[in-house]
């Protein structure tokens, strides 16, 4: 467990900790990356990999698997309705972010988050394997729906938000924010058609919550960042958007477990459902 005066600590585990509890029958490693090649290049020994667009998506319909589907993606990697699954990745827990924000999608509340991600873990110099494992099929018994209404924001919920005056945060980098980008270059598939932010919208970029190190900063910096910049109180009732969710579940993780907010809610349409939307209302500051 790590203490950095987060409101849940307990969510959050050292490098160390994983190496000391690899062999823990209850605990289920999971790697979730941007970059999908990563895993078998060498990934950490009991880890198993969760691709959030092959796995959690439906390949038809742009929304999420059915609870019936997650229960069966579960229990193929021996993960059971009471296991604890650590989720760890890429780009600072970009990606393990978004995939934890998934796994709550479906009730799922027995998840913590290893703080460095993959760069620490391999800065350290610790061991990585390529072999894939297998574990005895889980037992999962699905929820009877998404918490859909909890945790995740919807276009129609985020332009009343807006309209509300209610807080936004944009965590997009300022050249999207501005509307200088339609598109980042390294992602031409997510450019949109109109580039800027959703009226009242504060510009809060994900990666500030972090460290050179792919740590997450201490609850203090991150108040500073979240309160004292962009204005947010505790008891807020906040949306988070980026370009298609995954930024934005970084600082739904952040903004949730470790400063204490009850009320957040990924906006996981982000700016290529209201970029490309008609009638949709932008700003450009």
């Not at 193929?76 to 999608?105: E, M, P, Q």
Request: aromatic content about 12%.
């Amino acid at each position: 467990m790590i203490d950095k005066n987060y409101a849940h600590p307990e969510v959050l585990v050292s490098t160390e900790w994983v190496a000391e509890h690899l062999a823990d029958p209850g605990l289920r490693l999971v790697e979730s990356n941007e970059d999908i090649l990563l895993y078998d290049m060498g990934h950490i020994q009991g880890a198993v990999h969760i691709d959030w667009r092959s796995d959690l998506q439906d390949q038809l319909i742009r929304d999420y698997i059915t609870p019936e589907k997650f229960a069966a993606l579960c229990e193929h990697h021996g993960i059971s309705n009471d296991t604890t699954v650590v989720f760890y990745g890429d780009k600072s827990n970009w990606w393990a972010c978004y995939a934890l924000w998934a796994f709550r999608l479906y009730g799922h509340t027995k998840v913590k988050v290893m703080d460095g991600g993959r760069e620490k873990w391999v800065a350290e110099g610790r061991h990585l394997t390529r072999a894939v494992p297998h574990f005895t099929k889980g037992t999962y018994r699905p929820a009877p729906e998404r918490l859909d209404a909890e945790i995740r924001a919807f276009f129609d919920q985020t332009l009343a938000h807006s309209k509300a005056g209610k807080p936004l945060i944009d965590v997009r980098s300022p050249g999207e924010f501005r509307g200088e980008l339609t598109h980042m270059p390294e992602y031409p598939q997510e450019g949109v058609l109109r580039g800027g932010h959703v009226p009242g919208a504060a510009s809060v970029p994900w990666k500030m919550a972090v460290n050179d190190d792919a740590t997450f900063k201490s609850a203090d910096e991150l108040r500073r960042i979240y309160e004292e910049e962009a204005g947010l109180r505790a008891g807020d009732d906040v949306i988070a958007y980026c370009r298609i969710g995954e930024r934005s579940s970084h600082t739904w993780f952040v903004l949730t477990y470790l400063l204490g907010y009850k009320n957040v809610r990924n906006y996981d349409g982000s700016w290529t459902e209201w970029g490309n939307r008609v009638g949709a209302p932008i700003e450009r500051n």
